[in-house]
Every structure is written in structure tokens, then in C-alpha cells.
């Protein structure tokens, strides 16, 4: 597969975590050598959306990028940069919101889960956030977007936009994104409970592994990771309605480069005692260094800086460049 354009991007709302590796970070890695250009981008300004994650910004973001490079995003190959660093994401997505019906924002599943009960007291930015997002993706003409399932149908408005715009102004300004939503680790769920997503926001910590997670604290994780009695079985079929044993089952699978079939095979017939002491080597192999490797990036604040700095320069000069275009298709009066 030949890809033009990459990009993506974190919040950084807090810890990052096993599903926005395997969900988002694990498959960038592995893409970034196909494609003519990566834009990975640490989206700061979505994380204001979420009032009570936006505490240590400034770290957070530093931290989202060290994750980054310390799972192996190469700066050589692919801009690392901070969405506020590129003041035309939130002018793109001023102007796609004057094309954005309500109507499609109300459908968003994600906007429902965060507001929760009180919807009149959320936010606009909450309501928008589907919008700052497809102007990221649109600002650069991506031609890619690698996410975790979870995003499918952000994607979906961002190409629905897309296509509006261009429809509305006769033009092709605006190509379509295509999500690339792959793996056993596309939809990775709580440790404690398999019907719920991994995510920064639970409050519990045994809920996730963090990417800097100590051995000890993979080990505990595990040991206590919700399961049920019954061994593991010979097909994946058969693990339905066992959301808690699925979801380790497609961990391993997702960390051991293997499909969920593969290990039902090996282990079928033991008990998650067993999976388990290897499925916590599995983890600790990869996300221990991984960690280690992000506290020593974080020692080097002013070497993380330039790295973002120099991303924001690469991702400033194709924005401006298209901003340029978007703005005449649309019949902006020139600057
Ligand atoms: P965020 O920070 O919530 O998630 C970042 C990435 O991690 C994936 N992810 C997961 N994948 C599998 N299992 C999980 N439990 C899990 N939790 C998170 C997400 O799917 C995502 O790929 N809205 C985006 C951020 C964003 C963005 C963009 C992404 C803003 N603009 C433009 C792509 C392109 C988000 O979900 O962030």
C-alpha cells in the first residue's frame, strides 16, 4: 500500500495508556516507513474539552510526546508537533462548524457519553469536538487516519464534511480521509470490567496499563484483572458473551503479533492463571522499556521542545499552504 499523508493524534489528558498504544501508536509505527509524510500531532486543544483533565497541560503534552518517540515514532520521518502550536486548525474548524448541522453533532455518541444527564451545562468545545477534529484531518489533506475503533464514527464526520464542503464550493479542495482501524487491539477494554473501554477517565488505575507502568504494577494489573471460571476455549466464537476473558485474549493477540484465533489454540483447554503469567511477560517486554525510555526523554525537556518545535514548522508550512487554498475556494477576500 502506497500512502500519501498520515495523520493522527492524542489527547494529552492524563496517563496514556495499553488501548491508545495498541489502539493508535503500535500501527503508526508500523505505517509511518509507507507513507511519503507522517503528521502526528498531541491534540492540546482538545484536551481543554474535558475541564477536569486539563491540569499540567504543558507536562501532559510533553509526555504524550515522549510516548511518541519512545515507542518509535522517528522525528526523522514524521512531524511530532502540538495542535495549538498550528493556529489554522482552529480557524479551519471555525469555518467547517458553518457547515456542520446540528443535526450531525446530535448523533455523536461520544459528545452523549461525556455530557452525560446534564447535556445543557456542557460545553460548546464538547459539542465541537467533532469539528476541531475533522479540520485537523482536513487541514493537511490527509489521506490517512490511523485511530482505535472508538473514533470510527468522528471519521465518518469528517469525511461527510469533506464532502459537503466540496459539494457546497464545486470542488475537489478537500480529498476523503480514509480510517485505518486494524487489529486485535482496536477496541482494547477495561481490566475490570469488558463492556467498558480503556480510558484515562476511570477512575480506577487497575482499570488500565499506563505506558509508564512499573513491572510490579503490570503484574499486580494483571493478576487482578477481571476473568470468569471457565478455561480458555478452542475458538474465538466461543468466547462470546466472556467480554473480560475476549478482551485478554485479543491483548496478547494484538501485543504478540498474533490473531485471537492463534492463541485460543494455544492455550485452549488451561486456565487464566496460566495465560496470564505469560500474557504479563508479554506486556512487561514491551511496555516497561517503552516507559524507561519515556523518563528519559522527559529529562530532556529542551530536546522535546525542539523536536515539537521543528513539527510545528513542517505542519505551519502545509497548513498555511492549504489554509491558502481553502480560503480562495470558499471566496475569502485575499490576504
Ligand atoms: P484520545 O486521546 O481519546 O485517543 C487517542 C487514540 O487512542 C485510541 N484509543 C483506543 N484504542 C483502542 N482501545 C482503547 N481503549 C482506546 N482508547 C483510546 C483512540 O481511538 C485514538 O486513536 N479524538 C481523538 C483525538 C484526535 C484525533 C484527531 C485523532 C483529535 N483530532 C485527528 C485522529 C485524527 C481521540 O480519541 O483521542
Request: charged share 20%; aromatic share 6%; with cysteine.
Amino acid at each position: 500500500m502506497t500512502i500519501k499523508r498520515i495523520l493522527s493524534g492524542i489527547r494529552p489528558t492524563g496517563d496514556i495508556h495499553l488501548g491508545n498504544y495498541l489502539g493508535a501508536i503500535y500501527n503508526w509505527v508500523e505505517m509511518q516507513h509507507q507513507s511519503q509524510q507522517n503528521l502526528f500531532c498531541i491534540v492540546d486543544l482538545h484536551a481543554l474539552t474535558t475541564l477536569q483533565q486539563t491540569e499540567n497541560l504543558a507536562l501532559n503534552t510533553r509526555t504524550v510526546a515522549a510516548a511518541y518517540i519512545a515507542a518509535g515514532i522517528d522525528p526523522k520521518k514524521s512531524a511530532i508537533f502540538a495542535q495549538s502550536h498550528v493556529p489554522n486548525h482552529s480557524e479551519l474548524g471555525w469555518i467547517l462548524g458553518c457547515f456542520t448541522p446540528l443535526g450531525w453533532l446530535n448523533r455523536m455518541t461520544q459528545f452523549k457519553d461525556k455530557a452525560g444527564k446534564h447535556k445543557e451545562l456542557a460545553h460548546l468545545g464538547l459539542y465541537a469536538y467533532p469539528v476541531l477534529m475533522a479540520a485537523d484531518i482536513l487541514l493537511y489533506k490527509a489521506s490517512h487516519v490511523p485511530v482505535g475503533e472508538d473514533q470510527k464514527q468522528h471519521l465518518e464526520l469528517a469525511r461527510d464534511l469533506a464532502a459537503a464542503v466540496n459539494h457546497r464550493f464545486n470542488t475537489d479542495i478537500f480529498p476523503m480521509p480514509e480510517p485505518i482501524i486494524q487489529g486485535a487491539g482496536m477496541r482494547v477494554m477495561s481490566l475490570r470490567d469488558g463492556t467498558s473501554k480503556m480510558s484515562k477517565s476511570d477512575i480506577s488505575d487497575y482499570s488500565r496499563i499506563n505506558m509508564m507502568d512499573t513491572q510490579d504494577m503490570i503484574e499486580q494489573k494483571i493478576r487482578k484483572a477481571k476473568t470468569d471460571m471457565e478455561p480458555i476455549p478452542e475458538t474465538v466464537a466461543a468466547l462470546a458473551g466472556r467480554p473480560e476473558a475476549q478482551n485478554l485474549i485479543n491483548i496478547f493477540a494484538a501485543m504478540s503479533k498474533q490473531n485471537p484465533q492463534e492463541i485460543c489454540s494455544v492455550f485452549a483447554g488451561n486456565n487464566f492463571s496460566e495465560f496470564k503469567k505469560k500474557l504479563t511477560d508479554c506486556l512487561i517486554n514491551t511496555i516497561v522499556p517503552i516507559g524507561n525510555n519515556m523518563r528519559e526523554l522527559m529529562k530532556e525537556e529542551t530536546e522535546l521542545d525542539k523536536i515539537l518545535s521543528n513539527g510545528a514548522i513542517i505542519a505551519n508550512d502545509l497548513a498555511e499552504k492549504h489554509m491558502y487554498e481553502i480560503r480562495s475556494a470558499i471566496g475569502l477576500l485575499k490576504k
